[in-house]
């Protein structure tokens, strides 16, 4: 059952949170039928809103690497990239094995 996991965090200049939250919400909504997506979590974190978590569980990682080519996805990456305060924080590849929801 091993699927191809990310857990990784975005962190947006002060006061953007909401604002990069919103535009990854709107990506979960373009990747939720893609091939391959099982989970695509976006939320704050517990102790800094303008940091984005975000989780996601595909299939294989071929499957992420082509979600990325949907139509609106580079549009939202792009509106995404002012937003952001320094390059992404130290995120992890997982292979999942299984649990609740899938």
């Known amino acids: 059952m ?9 962190k947006a200049r002060p006061g953007k949170g909401n604002e990069l939250a919103d535009i990854l919400l709107k990506a979960s909504k373009l990747v939720s039928d893609a091939t391959g997506c099982y989970i695509y979590l976006v939320g704050h974190d517990s ?7 975000i989780t996601e569980v595909w299939e294989t990682k071929e499957n992420h690497n082509d ?16 937003l952001l305060d ?17």
Request: no cysteine.
């Open 47 to 53: 102790e800094n809103r303008d940091i984005i978590r």
């Open 2 to 10: 091993n699927k191809y996991g990310l857990q990784g965090a975005l």
């Open 67 to 82: 979600s990325l080519k949907i139509p609106g996805v580079r549009e939202l990456i792009s509106q995404a990239m002012p």
């Open 86 to 102: 320094g390059p992404p924080l130290k995120g992890t590849m997982t292979e999942v094995i299984g649990g609740k929801g899938l």
